[in-house]
């Protein structure tokens, strides 16, 4: 559709294009938020809203604390007004005073952030405003507030069905490709070259999913191998040596990375929704596919082991799998979730913990978080409704008979 | 960029895939959308999302009255939980007492419609369920507060950021053009050969807002004809007997017609927004160009005209130019605004009226509403801000020295 | 890919743009042709070549006259040139002896043409030229060299591996679709409604070749139905009230009409790629398809039964088929093949003769040129090299047993 | 415009599929050919195609050399036939005889090139199949026939009219760029890092000619630095500590590196085409460009200079500026010409030499060629014919006053 690209070229073009003269009036950042949220606000606007990002843009952490202080304190709800506006609406339950109940319980750090958001590309600089809040914020818990009120606005614009998922490949724009080996998490990229083999043969994937206001900034993306059966170690499959086969030829894709981009956007989870549209659109091109495992870390398994008893890296193989399965399905959190953060996303989307590995990772990170252990989660579409059902309201964990197995195994030396 | 055209392509592809099987659990809307808002929503809401707006696009009236009416009781505020999170809130106003106030004080159907909005192609789907809402409204204003929270949330959605200015012209999809015709609401369109005479000479431009997850539904659009001098007649523009210029010999674009699209969309303003950026860009492209007005109909003139004095065809095209700008600067609604409903959008915009034409639309509808006379209003950069200003605080209406004595002599004959 | 999007975005913005000013030095084409053809044409090539092809849009008819008069006597072959550089390569095979033969055997104006198609849009203009050559030679058969001249240039430029296959449909732009309504050849269509039924229904297609260089100016374009069964007339085919159904639930593609676009391009055959491309394209999107047949007049069939055995619209439906049949098979030119154009495009093709119909295309132009009746060619994958290789060496006319049957009949009364 | 975005993807999706099944036949190379050449070959000539476009892949260097020797002897002209036709159309030259001697005089091979590049992809394959004759000529003067037939067809496919002018830069596809990365040979790029200083910064440019059936194969590509002032020095100019500057504020555009991609298309000349659409673009876009120059090595002074009077390592700057100036104004081959092929190139494009510079390339290869010096030459639009007319006429050479002067004390010392 020339249409859509037509659109966003010009999105794109403006990104650019910032107010050409800065604001001469003298005004401090707080009567220029004043002047958007006032009347006058409709008109003039879009200039004092380019301002304002502008200015903030050129702030230091000190002016930046001060101006997250200002929405904390100065642009929150006022709790009087609330509850009059509640009482009335009680008394008269009409679209007018629901309107002045709306009005008065939203903070107006909410309605600044909409009215900023007018400005071509800022959608981007909100993104990364919140990233400074999270991280001023640790030093100042009362920015809390703020935090929330940017994490609904950024629900509602990053919203499932605003995103699009597209892959990435070799013939994607550098600009894109160069972030993908900044944002890469798990299994670091040391180059072009590495990030050649990640995207370019056939039997490797790279999906994203894209915000139209900032097209060239990926929010999440799940790096993807084609295999003929389960893949075991991330060694072998990264491995520069490997042979390539044709995707058509693979029973099996494996989800070996998931990397999130923007820390603006913490909190607003995308996980969920990428892996089952890629796990769509995969079975819809290779029908061949039967089988989509995860091939994860297990960040956590390292410091609770030493808890337990002793560093894992004495163990066996067998041992260290055993351990780590038991890990996987008994260690809990003291609200009953599972101790191990990656376990948790997975289990909470509905897979299952298929199979566990010694060995898999033995990169420094990977020896030093789990002993080199990983794990495959499994991603059965028939079950996943019921294992996320189970999970939710039991925390019941599901688990192959083989990992169960191994769990049991792992108590049997202690007994 | 081909990143979007391809993010664009997924969008667009998607749109007209649906649940491919229907529910077949047998529940109701009602359990439905409690499901989709409960705790598994994660993982099965994409599924329950499209069940319910597929449930949604088959209902009749009887069926969305009822629908909505659950949306205004069941999925309301509840006034005690409000009250009980703003005290905990103002008793210790910390990041969680905030959290629980924000969830108490949002009526749940905003998160309902947030999770609809996950589904690819939901966003013109829910706007088309606020234009049910609007109709059935009328006979039902209880259900106020629900487009209320609809309006809320659509403000987000179709921020000023998120939207995109396209040209519509002759090379633009037929599926775009036909709605072209469609929504033209200021001069009818009647014909393909009429559209293209308003989008393909280099001497007419149409330029509309577009939102990324609506691809082919333009929102607002409006349709420009470059000139040499300010036009004054809609018949002389839209003449298929005119005689092209280029686009470099224009010295005035002349925006004769602007039309919203999405009765949906009520009270989300564009129009405003669109005017300026089609200012700005024609401004770069043809920088020949130094006038910048409306052609604008004068739709309440014959109602005035009979409440104070007599029918305006009666009058010579001179006393009817008196009359038109008498009524432009002094007919006002109680509240001091302008009586005449386009005359409040543009000077709200910061134009002034420039001049006043007798005999300037002699269509059907022309001579019906104000006696054949149109006015110009004047976009003039420099001016804007002032004229909205003095127009925003103390209702000021400007004008130009010709409307002003024109609007003196209107009162001369009866003094 | 943006790339191409952007490379032809290029291409198409550039065809507008001709030379700001005219040649002002005076001199006549002859010698703006013989300039370009010179020593400085390298450099100043472009604009000269420019001027060439400005100067050749404002002639009239007379001047053509003389322009390919120029062509044919003054910018062919030389023939004692070609004698003595053949007579040097032959004593002397070389590189410099076959390079001088090259140069003295091809006629100066096909270096001219390739010079003139420098300039960007220039090669929709030469399809125009050779256009204009194509009429003005009625009267002129010595013009028949410069047309084989063009005919061998046009034949590498427009080679099968140039053309682009796309799709024609509601999504296309509207300057494409108007010419679509312009040069259908087959079945007429009245407007902007009537194209709308044949390019938007779920079970209608149009493909279409395009050249690179002339990105809004189809070549050749073929309309398919797809249906359940085959369809036996074009009146049920074309209904405005017949049923639309999904293409998954077709089982059948319909070629029902073919046009050629470009009367410039005419010899350079593009049939036959089109069809087999369509049918690739179409049997890899939809596998349900099973059989690929055409629907297609029969032009010759009344001329031949006139001057055969006296008026079809005479006969029995029943007689009609069998007639028709009959001519299929059996009437022939002078040199063997086929009477009937239409079946000596699709048997060279290598499709068979299927089925006859009676009172299959009741329009005015179709109960003249053949009584109603039309036939199905089939293109069935598996015997079209068959089918084809046959026809070319033996021209044996392949033929469903019914087919064969119908025309034995045709005899019968008659013996 | 999607329409050729559409067209181009299709073209880019058909380039990796190939004969999915070889072919069974046991037919050899030249039966193959034969066949394509054959009468059946407008059915079955898609597929006959693909199998000897696959086959020739397979090939070794003998199987090649066997090849081209088959084209070259077998699928030549044949001098009688061509004799017979000669006489024939000189005896009566109508259309029908012409049409004889064109079929007799052009080379058999050349209907062979044409019909395999048939296939999707197949131009491409060609290339490379010259760039292989190239190589493999250089022991078999012989096939120097079978290029010039390549090379007549390659001016057709290539005419300038057919290539897209399209910028490289940081947001190009990475498959792109990393061609840019191989092909730049002039002053070598060592990593992604020095490629993104030569394409991302705002002063920085890149340029490549591309064909519409080779999408991801730039053809040739140039370097352009916006600068203020003439550069001096390719080490400032390409300096990882320079200051960049907004493109608005340069003056000058310095072409620093032009290369040509194809070693297939060699003697298909784009440079000139090249240079002067780019000065005609970035003349549009910054109309503050007041100059366009190169900075270019001059590679052949130092092989030069030995043979006339010593090492110029040995001289002054100052020195060496005068020897540079007069080599480049008075050093000639036998045939008048330049000797230095680069001052060649841009002299017959009407470039003027427009300064010297000593010391501006103290790489080791620019050292190597030319003890480091460096040349601009100047390209003024309005002078470009004059001077290319005078150097094709007379083989005058223009140069700048001061580059005049340089040359002429040259020769003092000796004197």
């Known amino acids: 559709m020339s249409l859509l690209s037509d659109l966003m070229n010009t999105v794109f073009?403006?990104?650019?294009?910032?107010?050409?003269?800065?604001?001469?009036?003298?005004?401090?950042?707080?009567?220029?938020?004043?002047?958007?949220?006032?009347?006058?606000?409709?008109?003039?606007?879009m200039i004092l809203a380019r301002h304002i990002l502008d200015r903030y843009a050129e702030m230091d952490d000190a002016d930046k604390r001060a101006f997250f202080g200002f929405l904390t304190t100065r642009l929150g709800?006022?709790?009087?007004?609330?509850?009059d506006a509640l009482a009335a609406y009680e008394a008269a339950p009409t679209k007018s005073t629901?309107?002045?109940f709306l009005t008065a319980s939203e903070a107006r750090r909410q309605e600044l952030?909409?009215?900023?958001?007018?400005?071509?590309?800022?959608?981007?600089?909100?993104?990364?405003?919140?990233?400074?809040?999270?991280?001023?914020?640790?030093?100042?818990?009362?920015?809390?507030?703020?935090?929330l009120d940017f994490r609904h606005l950024f629900s509602s614009w990053f919203n499932r069905g605003f995103l699009v998922l597209r892959p990435i490949n070799w013939e994607s724009p550098a600009e894109i490709l160069e972030k993908i080996i900044a944002y890469e998490a798990v299994h670091e990229i040391g180059s072009w070259q590495e990030l050649r083999r990640r995207v370019q043969p056939a039997d490797r994937r790279c999906f994203a999913f894209f915000h139209p206001t900032m097209p060239s900034e990926p929010l999440i993306f799940v790096e993807v191998a084609l295999t003929r059966g389960i893949a075991s170690s991330v060694?072998?499959?990264?491995?520069?040596?490997?042979?390539?086969?044709?995707?058509?030829?693979?029973?099996?894709?494996?989800?070996?990375?998931?990397?999130?981009?923007?820390?603006?956007?913490?909190?607003?989870?995308?996980?969920?929704?990428?892996?089952?549209?890629v796990v769509a659109d995969l079975s819809r091109e290779l029908p061949g596919l039967r089988t989509f495992?995860?091939?994860?870390?297990?960040?956590?398994?390292?410091?609770?082991?030493?808890?337990?008893?002793?560093?894992?890296?004495?163990?066996?193989?067998?041992?260290?799998?055993?351990?780590?399965?038991?890990?996987?399905?008994?260690a809990k959190r003291d609200d009953g979730?599972?101790?191990?953060?990656?376990a948790r996303f997975h289990l909470g989307n509905g897979a299952l913990v298929h199979a566990v590995h010694a060995g898999a990772d033995m990169s420094e990170n990977g020896l030093s978080q789990s002993g080199g252990a990983?794990?495959?989660?499994?991603?059965?579409?028939?079950?996943?409704?019921?294992?996320h059902e189970r999970y939710a309201s039991k925390q019941t964990i599901a688990a192959s008979p083989e990992v169960t197995a191994l769990a049991q195994a792992a108590r049997k030396p202690s007994s």
Request: some cysteine.
């Open 13 to 45: 073009a403006r990104r650019y294009s910032r107010a050409t003269e800065p604001d001469r009036s003298g005004r401090s950042m707080q009567e220029l938020c004043d002047a958007l949220l006032g009347s006058s606000g409709e008109v003039s606007g």
């Open 77 to 83: 709800i006022d709790a009087q007004a609330v509850r």
């Open 98 to 100: 629901y309107r002045a």
């Open 113 to 147: 952030a909409r009215r900023l958001n007018q400005v071509p590309g800022a959608t981007g600089r909100l993104v990364e405003m919140r990233k400074d809040l999270l991280r001023l914020m640790r030093d100042a818990p009362e920015f809390g507030t703020v935090d």
């Open 235 to 277: 060694q072998t499959l990264l491995s520069d040596k490997r042979e390539t086969i044709r995707a058509e030829e693979a029973d099996t894709a494996v989800f070996y990375s998931i990397s999130n981009c923007q820390d603006g956007l913490a909190g607003i989870s995308f996980g969920n929704s990428l892996i089952k549209q």
């Open 293 to 330: 495992v995860t091939l994860s870390p297990i960040p956590g398994l390292t410091r609770w082991a030493q808890e337990e008893e002793g560093d894992l890296r004495d163990d066996t193989p067998e041992r260290q799998r055993q351990r780590a399965a038991y890990y996987l399905l008994h």
């Open 337 to 342: 979730a599972p101790y191990d953060p990656v």
């Open 374 to 387: 990983m794990v495959n989660y499994l991603y059965d579409l028939s079950l996943i409704t019921q294992n």
